[in-house]
Protein backbone atom coordinates (compact mmCIF):
# COMPACT_ATOMS: atom_id res chain seq x y z
CA UNK A 1 0.00 0.00 0.00
CA UNK A 2 1.04 3.24 -0.68
CA UNK A 3 2.83 5.17 2.56
CA UNK A 4 4.66 8.11 3.28
CA UNK A 5 6.07 8.31 6.79
CA UNK A 6 7.72 12.11 8.27
CA UNK A 7 9.66 10.91 11.46
CA UNK A 8 10.16 14.32 12.16
CA UNK A 9 7.24 16.69 14.23
CA UNK A 10 9.19 19.50 14.58
CA UNK A 11 13.16 20.72 13.87
CA UNK A 12 15.23 23.50 14.88
CA UNK A 13 17.92 25.60 12.91
CA UNK A 14 20.38 28.09 13.18
CA UNK A 15 20.30 30.82 9.92
CA UNK A 16 22.38 30.14 7.64
CA UNK A 17 23.09 26.44 8.51
CA UNK A 18 21.75 23.48 6.48
CA UNK A 19 18.88 20.97 7.50
CA UNK A 20 17.95 17.76 6.41
CA UNK A 21 13.76 16.80 6.44
CA UNK A 22 13.47 13.40 6.91
CA UNK A 23 10.87 11.18 4.52
CA UNK A 24 10.54 7.52 4.16
CA UNK A 25 7.85 6.08 1.26
CA UNK A 26 6.36 2.48 0.57
CA UNK A 27 4.93 1.59 -2.74
CA UNK A 28 4.92 -1.42 -4.84
CA UNK A 29 4.91 0.22 -8.18
CA UNK A 30 8.00 0.72 -9.61
CA UNK A 31 7.13 4.20 -11.46
CA UNK A 32 6.55 7.07 -9.03
CA UNK A 33 7.33 10.64 -8.57
CA UNK A 34 8.30 12.13 -5.43
CA UNK A 35 7.46 15.76 -4.17
CA UNK A 36 8.00 18.32 -1.50
CA UNK A 37 5.71 20.89 -0.53
CA UNK A 38 6.01 24.02 1.88
CA UNK A 39 3.38 25.52 3.79
CA UNK A 40 4.06 28.94 5.69
CA UNK A 41 1.95 30.16 8.33
CA UNK A 42 -0.08 32.17 5.70
CA UNK A 43 -1.81 28.40 4.95
CA UNK A 44 -0.78 28.36 1.30
CA UNK A 45 0.51 25.28 -0.01
CA UNK A 46 4.23 25.88 -2.29
CA UNK A 47 5.13 23.16 -4.40
CA UNK A 48 9.88 23.04 -4.02
CA UNK A 49 11.26 20.31 -5.95
CA UNK A 50 10.06 16.74 -7.69
CA UNK A 51 11.84 13.74 -7.99
CA UNK A 52 10.91 10.95 -10.71
CA UNK A 53 11.58 7.13 -9.44
CA UNK A 54 13.66 6.66 -12.41
CA UNK A 55 15.61 9.89 -12.27
CA UNK A 56 19.70 8.97 -11.62
CA UNK A 57 20.25 12.54 -10.38
CA UNK A 58 19.08 13.93 -7.34
CA UNK A 59 16.83 17.04 -7.91
CA UNK A 60 17.77 20.27 -7.04
CA UNK A 61 16.12 23.55 -7.39
CA UNK A 62 18.23 26.55 -5.88
CA UNK A 63 18.93 25.92 -1.95
CA UNK A 64 16.64 22.40 -2.11
CA UNK A 65 17.68 19.21 -3.17
CA UNK A 66 16.56 15.90 -2.80
CA UNK A 67 18.76 13.44 -1.40
CA UNK A 68 17.26 9.84 -3.21
CA UNK A 69 17.82 6.52 -1.98
CA UNK A 70 15.55 4.11 -3.51
CA UNK A 71 17.38 1.72 -2.09
CA UNK A 72 16.52 2.93 1.15
CA UNK A 73 12.98 4.26 0.01
CA UNK A 74 13.76 7.66 1.14
CA UNK A 75 13.67 11.24 -0.29
CA UNK A 76 14.91 13.57 1.99
CA UNK A 77 14.80 17.63 1.56
CA UNK A 78 18.10 19.49 2.04
CA UNK A 79 17.92 23.05 2.80
CA UNK A 80 21.45 24.81 2.19
CA UNK A 81 21.52 28.20 3.96
CA UNK A 82 18.12 28.43 6.25
CA UNK A 83 16.51 31.94 6.46
CA UNK A 84 14.27 33.17 9.00
CA UNK A 85 11.89 32.72 5.98
CA UNK A 86 12.22 29.29 5.73
CA UNK A 87 10.04 28.45 9.20
CA UNK A 88 7.54 26.77 7.85
CA UNK A 89 5.58 23.36 7.03
CA UNK A 90 7.07 21.04 5.37
CA UNK A 91 5.18 17.79 3.67
CA UNK A 92 6.29 15.00 1.64
CA UNK A 93 4.14 13.26 -1.25
CA UNK A 94 4.28 10.61 -3.17
CA UNK A 95 2.26 9.75 -6.74
CA UNK A 96 2.30 6.20 -7.96
CA UNK A 97 2.12 5.93 -11.62
CA UNK A 98 -1.35 4.36 -13.51
CA UNK A 99 -0.64 0.88 -12.87
CA UNK A 100 -1.33 1.13 -9.17
CA UNK A 101 -2.29 4.49 -7.83
CA UNK A 102 -3.87 5.94 -10.22
CA UNK A 103 -1.71 9.01 -10.28
CA UNK A 104 -3.59 9.87 -6.45
CA UNK A 105 -0.52 11.59 -4.17
CA UNK A 106 -0.28 11.01 -1.01
CA UNK A 107 1.08 13.40 1.58
CA UNK A 108 2.92 12.76 4.97
CA UNK A 109 1.66 14.05 8.56
CA UNK A 110 4.36 16.86 8.05
CA UNK A 111 7.55 18.47 9.61
CA UNK A 112 7.21 22.04 11.37
CA UNK A 113 10.83 23.56 10.58
CA UNK A 114 12.25 26.80 12.72
CA UNK A 115 14.83 28.72 11.69
CA UNK A 116 16.51 30.74 14.73
CA UNK A 117 18.38 33.68 14.39
CA UNK B 1 -5.16 35.67 -11.98
CA UNK B 2 -5.10 32.32 -13.36
CA UNK B 3 -4.79 29.32 -10.75
CA UNK B 4 -7.60 27.54 -8.56
CA UNK B 5 -9.84 28.88 -7.24
CA UNK B 6 -12.33 27.84 -3.58
CA UNK B 7 -15.30 29.23 -2.52
CA UNK B 8 -16.18 29.84 0.09
CA UNK B 9 -13.30 30.67 2.49
CA UNK B 10 -14.87 30.40 5.54
CA UNK B 11 -17.97 28.23 6.44
CA UNK B 12 -19.54 26.79 9.31
CA UNK B 13 -22.29 24.55 9.09
CA UNK B 14 -24.70 22.72 12.07
CA UNK B 15 -24.54 19.18 12.17
CA UNK B 16 -26.55 17.42 9.54
CA UNK B 17 -26.95 20.34 7.44
CA UNK B 18 -25.06 19.43 3.47
CA UNK B 19 -23.12 21.87 1.49
CA UNK B 20 -20.70 22.37 -1.69
CA UNK B 21 -17.45 23.45 -1.70
CA UNK B 22 -16.65 24.90 -5.01
CA UNK B 23 -13.20 24.38 -6.36
CA UNK B 24 -12.08 26.11 -10.28
CA UNK B 25 -9.35 26.15 -12.33
CA UNK B 26 -8.42 27.94 -15.55
CA UNK B 27 -5.10 26.36 -16.58
CA UNK B 28 -7.21 23.25 -18.66
CA UNK B 29 -5.70 20.56 -16.09
CA UNK B 30 -6.73 17.29 -16.41
CA UNK B 31 -5.86 16.15 -12.77
CA UNK B 32 -8.08 17.52 -9.32
CA UNK B 33 -7.89 16.65 -5.85
CA UNK B 34 -9.77 17.08 -2.64
CA UNK B 35 -7.88 17.01 0.73
CA UNK B 36 -8.74 17.77 4.36
CA UNK B 37 -5.48 19.18 6.73
CA UNK B 38 -6.23 18.41 10.28
CA UNK B 39 -3.92 19.21 12.86
CA UNK B 40 -0.93 16.22 13.03
CA UNK B 41 -2.44 14.60 10.39
CA UNK B 42 -1.38 16.55 7.56
CA UNK B 43 -3.10 16.13 4.18
CA UNK B 44 -5.31 13.45 3.50
CA UNK B 45 -6.99 12.46 0.14
CA UNK B 46 -10.28 12.55 0.14
CA UNK B 47 -11.73 12.25 -4.16
CA UNK B 48 -9.47 12.86 -7.07
CA UNK B 49 -9.78 12.99 -11.10
CA UNK B 50 -7.97 12.22 -13.88
CA UNK B 51 -10.19 14.28 -16.38
CA UNK B 52 -13.63 14.98 -16.96
CA UNK B 53 -16.05 12.21 -16.12
CA UNK B 54 -13.29 10.09 -14.23
CA UNK B 55 -13.49 10.63 -10.42
CA UNK B 56 -12.24 8.16 -7.54
CA UNK B 57 -12.02 7.58 -3.96
CA UNK B 58 -8.73 8.69 -1.83
CA UNK B 59 -8.03 7.55 1.73
CA UNK B 60 -10.60 9.72 3.41
CA UNK B 61 -13.94 9.35 1.11
CA UNK B 62 -16.65 8.71 3.42
CA UNK B 63 -19.28 11.30 3.66
CA UNK B 64 -17.96 12.97 0.76
CA UNK B 65 -19.16 13.32 -2.86
CA UNK B 66 -17.99 14.46 -6.03
CA UNK B 67 -18.54 14.78 -9.42
CA UNK B 68 -16.60 16.31 -12.72
CA UNK B 69 -18.63 17.31 -15.50
CA UNK B 70 -16.43 19.61 -17.02
CA UNK B 71 -12.49 20.05 -16.44
CA UNK B 72 -12.56 23.15 -14.94
CA UNK B 73 -14.81 22.48 -11.94
CA UNK B 74 -14.68 20.09 -9.49
CA UNK B 75 -16.93 20.49 -6.57
CA UNK B 76 -16.78 18.36 -3.15
CA UNK B 77 -20.50 17.84 -1.13
CA UNK B 78 -20.90 17.27 2.05
CA UNK B 79 -23.74 14.84 2.68
CA UNK B 80 -24.81 15.20 6.39
CA UNK B 81 -22.07 17.16 8.06
CA UNK B 82 -20.28 15.83 11.10
CA UNK B 83 -18.41 17.77 13.89
CA UNK B 84 -15.71 15.59 12.56
CA UNK B 85 -15.55 16.99 9.13
CA UNK B 86 -14.11 20.41 10.69
CA UNK B 87 -11.03 20.59 8.81
CA UNK B 88 -9.35 22.76 5.97
CA UNK B 89 -10.32 21.62 2.95
CA UNK B 90 -7.64 22.01 -0.27
CA UNK B 91 -8.39 21.62 -3.73
CA UNK B 92 -5.44 21.33 -6.17
CA UNK B 93 -5.08 20.88 -9.64
CA UNK B 94 -1.96 19.68 -11.93
CA UNK B 95 -1.63 19.01 -16.07
CA UNK B 96 -1.32 15.49 -16.86
CA UNK B 97 1.59 16.36 -18.76
CA UNK B 98 3.35 18.81 -15.90
CA UNK B 99 3.58 16.38 -13.01
CA UNK B 100 6.80 17.40 -12.49
CA UNK B 101 5.95 20.37 -11.21
CA UNK B 102 3.32 19.32 -8.99
CA UNK B 103 0.20 20.39 -7.67
CA UNK B 104 -1.32 24.11 -7.96
CA UNK B 105 -3.38 24.14 -4.53
CA UNK B 106 -6.18 26.69 -3.73
CA UNK B 107 -6.51 28.79 -0.95
CA UNK B 108 -8.52 26.39 1.04
CA UNK B 109 -11.95 26.31 2.81
CA UNK B 110 -11.81 26.26 6.50
CA UNK B 111 -15.53 24.49 7.69
CA UNK B 112 -16.44 24.39 10.83
CA UNK B 113 -19.12 21.89 12.17
CA UNK B 114 -20.67 22.83 15.69
Known amino acids: AQKITQTQPGMFVQEKEAVTLDCTYDTSDPSYGLFWYKQPSSGEMIFLIYQGSYDQQNATEGRYSLNFQKARKSANLVISASQLGDSAMYFCAMREGPNTGGFKTIFGAGTRLFVKA | NAGVTQTPKFQVLKTGQSMTLQCAQD?????MSWYRQDPGMGLRLIHYSVGAGITDQGEVPNGYNVSRSTTEDFPLRLLSAAPSQTSVYFC?????????????FGSGTRLTVV
Open chain 2, 92 to 104: ASSSGTGLKRGYT
Open chain 2, 27 to 31: MNHEY
